[in-house]
């Protein structure tokens, strides 16, 4: 089969929300664009397709998805796994109906334009991009189900993805959760979800994370939050104590009262899963694991006993890496990264947006910067600060495109609070700058 060459302006790498953010933008706001899309997947969606089938986004629907399409019922509404898939598909669906968007799937992008079918090699695309390619594959979302355990294991021990929680079809005498994040919390409330009984369900969480409230992440409410955490960091000499202060104000919580958290990776919880959380005693803190055996889990720092019949799931994965900032805008690239603290999809619409707008890539890697992932506690100030300055940039440069997008925080508040709340950022946004490098001396000399 000869090769195909196709000719368009965004050659896009993956179709996944970022990916799909960005191409929604572009078709909606440059009626002449073309667009190619690439995806390993069969369908757009990425990581979502692959997710277990009780997750659901731990923030609300409303500022999560395509600018263009509302996502949800509104409120405090959470999409589901499959919601997600479904939104995405209607969307590429309707991108292909336009005539200017072709979407590979099944295919791999292998660098330098050339695109090969995952299911017959000798279909090859090639490919000339001659605005951009946008390359959204650079934030490495890793889940469970596609990546294999780090531990060793030993042969007769059944350890499994959260996927396969859903597919149990006999009870277990104790149910092994090993992480610490965002999947470890919904497996287990899954299981105790599933009337388990809490003294079954042993939890391996080899490190404690600050949790955000979920109740202070509400449409109407979320910009008063952030202007609450970043005057927490303005307020404060070291990052402890800008969280115990978030912590009196209700933002954010910790599952052990008695221990200081080290990491903050923005995972969202409401205070009934909390209350529930906390019903499973049976935590062991002791690192990660290192090998499972039929007797004995050999962790970081100690052996623990197990029994035979343990069912062993598999939470492990880092689902959002921190990757090393990479220029957002270069010679005929865009690399989609976070601008804003934790929002993944706003930032690439943003971007997009940005892509449209005559400036220089100078000028546009001014406005905004890439605000990596955090994973530490100490990262909550410098993603803050920087989401801060992104946001008072940005609304120098597109202030009625942000109020408008559905996706942007401040998009939702009320038309006084939204005023106030960019007031007062660009108020502290100075104070929680130096109060940051304060911050970050401190921890760098002790
Ligand atoms: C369980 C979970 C829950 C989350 N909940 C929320 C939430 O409530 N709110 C929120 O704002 N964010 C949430 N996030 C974060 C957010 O959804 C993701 O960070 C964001 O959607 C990631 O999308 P992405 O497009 O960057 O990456 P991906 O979904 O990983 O998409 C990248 C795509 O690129 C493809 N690809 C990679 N390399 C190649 C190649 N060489 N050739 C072809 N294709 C390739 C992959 O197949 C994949 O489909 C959540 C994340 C997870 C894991």
């Known amino acids: 089969m000869p090769t195909h060459h196709v000719e368009t302006d965004y050659l896009i790498l993956g179709a996944g929300a970022m990916s799909m953010g960005f191409a929604d933008v572009i078709l909606t706001e440059d009626p002449t664009a073309r667009i190619v899309m690439v995806d390993r997947h069969a369908n757009p969606g990425g990581h979502w397709n692959d997710a277990y089938p009780f997750v659901r986004l731990h923030q609300p629907a409303a500022f999560y998805g395509l600018n263009s399409t509302p996502l949800g019922h509104g409120g405090e509404d959470l999409s589901g796994g499959a919601d997600l898939v479904a939104y995405y598909r209607q969307a590429m669906d309707r991108f292909i109906r336009t005539g200017r968007l072709q979407f590979l799937p099944m295919s791999e992008y292998e660098g330098d334009g050339r695109i090969v079918s995952t299911v017959d090699p000798d279909r090859v695309t090639t490919v000339t991009a001659h605005r951009r390619i946008v390359d959204g594959t650079y934030m490495q979302v890793r889940v469970p189900s596609v990546c294999a355990p780090k531990y060793?294991?030993?042969?007769?021990?059944?350890?499994?993805?959260?996927?396969?929680?859903?597919?149990?079809?006999?009870?277990?005498?104790?149910?092994?959760?090993?992480?610490?994040?965002?999947?470890?919390?919904d497996a287990i409330l899954f299981l105790l979800g599933n009337q388990v009984n809490p003294d079954?369900?042993?939890w391996i969480a080899p490190n404690e994370a600050w949790l955000l409230d979920r109740a202070h992440m509400q449409p109407s409410i979320v910009l008063d939050s952030v202007v609450s955490m970043v005057e927490s960091i303005a307020d404060s000499t070291t990052i402890d104590e800008a969280f115990l202060e978030l912590e009196q104000k209700g933002i954010v919580f910790r599952l052990d009262d008695q221990t200081l958290p080290t990491k903050w990776r923005c995972a969202t919880v409401d205070r009934g899963e909390l209350a529930t959380l906390r019903r499973v005693e049976d935590v062991v803190r002791l690192g990660r694991v290192q090998d499972i055996g039929s007797e004995e889990i050999r962790l970081d720092r100690g052996t623990i006993p197990t029994v035979t019949d343990t069912l062993f799931v598999?939470?492990?994965a880092n689902g959002l890496v921190q990757v090393d900032p990479h220029?957002?805008?270069?010679?005929?690239?865009?690399?989609l990264q976070s601008v804003f603290m934790c929002q993944q999809t706003f930032s690439a619409a943003l971007l997009a947006h940005m892509e449209l707008l005559d400036l220089s890539d100078e000028r546009r890697n001014k406005i905004c910067v890439p605000v990596p992932h955090p994973e530490l506690t100490h990262d909550l100030a410098s993603t803050l600060v920087a989401t801060t300055q992104n946001m008072l940039s940005c609304n120098r440069h597109m202030a009625l495109w942000?109020?408008?997008?559905?996706?942007?925080?401040g998009h939702h508040s009320a038309p006084h609070r939204y005023l106030l709340g960019s007031g007062k950022l660009a108020v502290i946004n100075r104070r929680a700058r130096v109060a940051m490098k304060g911050m970050l001396h401190k921890a760098s000399a002790t």
Do not use: H, M
Not at 327 to 335: E, H, K, Q
């Open 402 to 409: 942000l109020r408008r997008s559905r996706l942007y925080l």
């Open 314 to 316: 598999d939470c492990s």
């Open 200 to 202: 079954r369900i042993q």
């Open 327 to 335: 220029p957002l805008f270069s010679a005929g690239r865009v690399t």
């Open 152 to 185: 060793t294991i030993d042969p007769g021990v059944t350890v499994i993805p959260p996927n396969g929680l859903a597919q149990v079809r006999r009870p277990w005498e104790r149910y092994v959760i090993i992480g610490a994040g965002k999947t470890a919390i």
